[in-house]
């Protein structure tokens, strides 16, 4: 990823996250998603005020990688086992 695309973290957690979002190697964004998440989980595990800006960009960066993962990633996956088929 180069410097003019990385965006500034706020949170512990975002650099992990942008990284994951902001990948565009097939190949490494499995590894990227598997990482964000891992930083959210880890975060998750202090407190955190429930009305806090931060809850709130937790639970959506979670539901963003989740979709990122089913849409990308378990896509890549799903387009070279039938390539291999075919």
């Known amino acids: 990823m180069s410097?003019?695309?990385?965006l500034k973290?706020?949170?512990?957690?975002e650099a992990a996250y942008n990284a994951a979002v902001l990948e565009t190697d097939e190949a490494a964004m499995p590894l990227r998603v598997y990482d964000a998440l891992a930083a959210i989980e880890q975060r998750q595990?202090?407190?955190i005020e429930e009305d806090s800006e931060e809850n709130r960009a937790l639970r959506a960066a979670t539901l963003a990688l989740q979709t990122l993962r089913v849409e990308r990633v378990n896509g890549f996956e799903?387009?070279?086992?039938?390539?291999d088929e075919s």
């Open 3 to 6: 410097d003019d695309t990385q």
């Open 9 to 13: 973290a706020i949170y512990s957690w």
């Open 78 to 83: 799903g387009r070279n086992s039938t390539s």
């Open 45 to 47: 595990l202090s407190p």
